[in-house]
């Protein structure tokens, strides 16, 4: 078999040069040559080795074509993977396509297309190199894409599978990494359960990252299925392995997995137990729920008098948080050393509360709504730590009325919340989110915005996607520099409703500039405002394409 040259040896023999060291084969010829063909080996998307055994057929992908232009507009946009560079700065008032590919990958899979086969390659290096793109270009590639991964170690990264590894979005991330009917390697038929023997040779003899995919295939199926396999090697498996394999058990919780969990309350492994006491408490009627509410209730109450701290009669919240973390504290998930700043007290309190089940305080505050109970005031400073903790809770336990009461009024500053907003948002049903992120921007403009629109639903709506040009309008007019407001630009690029772009065409124009305006801001907002106009039309025609419409030829 002929003898191949490294291709980073290569490249660092071309970045030398031939006066400072002799290239392989000799020669710069030489040099050039194995350089043209480890480039065409390495677009192959499988790299030389040694002559063995043949690998079966990549897998058939039934799913429909692109359209021919909706491929040729994937080639423009992987050949522009890497974007524009830089943050921040002057941008132009060119599209960027590498924020559109995500976008467009969505968009693809939606519609359940498959990726031609010749862009595979290209397709697995972008994601390789771009974590946010993992997710959808899982998908996008397939039973082929995963049949090619195991041919090249550079893109194992779609074996891998694990919940929330790469997704992004938070608590609604699940295994997304192996489509239907490409369970482990191929050979392995769609919906095989733990009592497969291919199942069984791959969960004993494959690779980490092949067995954390093949759970997480077998669990999405089949939630006691991918139990059993698992249950089938714990007491054998490395405590860093227990512990993914534990995190993929997210993926169709139940009450069916308690004794499982419960029993992994015993591991030896700090790290295992608190995943698995995390998991206990996010099943609102487990044993381990039961039990934190029994020690939050001994710690939070009501005093019915307000301690003659307030008017006669007027109710108030009463901590005593607890004095000492014990054994059976730490087994059911509470780490006992608190952060550095953090009061051993309050740290453990928190952790309490957090694992309780929300259900718990309406019956022990006289059946008050939660929006009621936030409203009581809180005895000796603990106010902060208590409503921390419920946020945890209402994001744990997703439970939008929680998340309501405590999120507040989008007229607040974000400062004087106890929780993350967006993570609460992020619990609210989305046109709710939108709705408060839209009224929380008409009250503070965009300073503190970016983290909640993050969380916002796509394409935003109307009403939110007015708030925000708005502001932007508002930014522009008082005569700063639009790159202060590149992030909510980017996101309004990536977000507003396509259909808008002919009615922000407008904005486009060089505005008349503010005696104190900053020099030249209105021509940087004018490109700005070009730039977002360009690229909602482009996304305009980028779905039309996906649909199989005619869209005539247009720079973008």
């Known amino acids: 078999?002929?003898?191949?040259?490294?291709?980073?040896?290569?490249?660092?023999?071309?970045?030398?040069?031939?006066?400072?060291?002799?290239?392989?084969?000799?020669?710069?010829?030489?040099?050039?040559d194995?350089?043209?063909?480890?480039?065409?080996?390495?677009?192959?998307?499988?790299?030389?080795?040694?002559?063995?055994?043949?690998?079966?057929?990549?897998?058939?992908?039934?799913?429909?074509?692109?359209?021919?232009?909706?491929?040729?507009?994937?080639?423009?946009?992987?050949?522009?993977?890497?974007g524009t560079g830089g943050s921040g700065g002057r941008r132009g008032a060119t599209p960027d396509l590498a924020e559109l590919l995500p976008q467009?990958?969505?968009?693809?899979?939606?519609?359940?297309?498959?990726?031609?086969?010749?862009?595979?390659?290209?397709?697995?290096?972008?994601?390789?190199?771009?974590?946010?793109?993992?997710?959808?270009?899982?998908?996008?590639?397939?039973?082929?894409?995963?049949?090619?991964?195991?041919?090249?170690?550079?893109?194992k990264f779609v074996l891998r599978g694990t919940p929330g590894s790469d997704a992004g979005t938070g608590a609604e991330a699940g295994a997304d990494a192996v489509p239907d009917g490409a369970v482990g390697p191929a050979g392995i038929p769609p919906g095989a359960g733990p009592d497969d023997e291919a199942v069984h040779r791959l969960w004993d003899e494959g690779l980490f990252s092949e067995?954390?995919?093949?759970?997480?295939?077998?669990?999405?199926?089949?939630?006691?299925?991918?139990?059993?396999?698992?249950?089938?090697?714990?007491?054998k498996e490395r405590a860093e392995d227990r512990l993914m394999f534990l995190d993929s058990l997210r993926g169709g919780l139940s009450p069916e997995d308690e004794p499982f969990l419960e029993s992994a309350l015993g591991d030896r492994s700090r790290t295992v137990r608190a995943t698995a006491a995390e998991l206990l408490s996010s099943l609102p009627g487990s044993a381990l729920a039961a039990r934190m509410a029994e020690r939050a209730r001994s710690c939070v109450g009501v005093d019915p008098t307000g301690g003659g701290a307030a008017r006669s009669g007027a109710e108030r919240v009463v901590?005593?948080?607890?004095?000492?973390?014990?054994?059976?504290?730490?087994?059911?998930?509470?780490?006992?050393?608190?952060?550095?700043?953090?009061?051993?007290?309050a740290w453990w309190l928190v952790q309490l509360v957090e694992a309780t089940p929300l259900s718990t305080w309406p019956e022990r505050f006289g059946d008050r709504t939660p929006a009621e109970i936030t409203a009581l005031p809180v005895a000796d400073g603990w106010r902060q730590d208590l409503?921390?903790?419920?946020?945890?809770?209402?994001?744990?336990?997703?439970?939008?009325?929680?998340?309501?009461?405590?999120?507040?009024?989008?007229?607040?500053?974000?400062?004087?919340?106890?929780?993350?907003?967006?993570?609460?948002?992020?619990?609210?049903?989305?046109?709710?989110?939108?709705?408060?992120?839209?009224?929380?921007?008409?009250?503070?403009?965009?300073?503190?915005?970016?983290?909640?629109?993050?969380?916002?639903?796509?394409?935003?709506?109307?009403?939110?996607?007015?708030?925000?040009?708005?502001?932007?309008?508002?930014?522009?007019?008082?005569?700063?520099?639009?790159?202060?407001?590149?992030?909510?630009?980017?996101?309004?690029?990536?977000?507003?409703?396509?259909?808008?772009a002919d009615r922000l065409a407008p904005l486009a124009a060089v505005p008349d500039e503010p005696e104190d305006g900053a020099p030249g801001a209105g021509s940087y907002w004018s490109e700005a405002f070009q730039r977002l106009v360009s690229t909602l039309r482009l996304r305009a025609e980028m779905l039309a394409e996906l649909r199989g419409e005619e869209v005539p030829a247009s720079g973008g």
């Open 1 to 32: 078999m002929e003898t191949t040259v490294p291709w980073s040896e290569l490249v660092t023999a071309a970045l030398l040069g031939a006066e400072r060291r002799t290239p392989p084969g000799g020669s710069v010829t030489a040099l050039l």
């Open 34 to 82: 194995a350089a043209a063909v480890e480039t065409v080996r390495r677009r192959a998307g499988m790299l030389p080795t040694t002559a063995g055994p043949r690998p079966d057929p990549a897998p058939e992908d039934h799913r429909a074509p692109l359209p021919r232009a909706a491929a040729h507009r994937l080639t423009l946009l992987l050949a522009n993977r890497w």
């Open 104 to 155: 467009w990958l969505a968009a693809a899979n939606e519609r359940g297309y498959r990726v031609p086969d010749a862009q595979l390659p290209d397709l697995l290096d972008a994601a390789r190199a771009r974590t946010d793109l993992r997710p959808q270009a899982r998908t996008f590639a397939g039973p082929r894409g995963l049949w090619l991964a195991r041919q090249n170690p550079e893109w």
């Open 211 to 235: 067995r954390v995919a093949l759970l997480t295939a077998v669990r999405q199926r089949d939630p006691a299925a991918g139990l059993t396999l698992l249950a089938r090697s714990w007491s």
């Open 319 to 345: 901590v005593e948080a607890p004095h000492e973390c014990d054994a059976a504290m730490q087994r059911d998930g509470v780490t006992p050393k608190p952060p550095a700043g953090r009061g051993e007290r």
């Open 387 to 500: 409503h921390a903790a419920w946020c945890l809770a209402a994001v744990r336990q997703r439970d939008p009325e929680w998340a309501r009461a405590l999120v507040g009024a989008p007229g607040a500053p974000l400062a004087d919340g106890p929780g993350d907003p967006a993570k609460l948002l992020a619990v609210l049903p989305a046109a709710e989110r939108a709705d408060w992120a839209a009224r929380f921007i008409a009250a503070h403009g965009l300073s503190e915005a970016f983290r909640i629109l993050g969380v916002c639903a796509l394409p935003w709506t109307a009403a939110l996607g007015r708030a925000v040009v708005d502001a932007l309008e508002i930014a522009r007019d008082a005569g700063s520099y639009p790159w202060s407001f590149s992030g909510v630009m980017g996101l309004a690029e990536r977000c507003l409703d396509p259909a808008d």
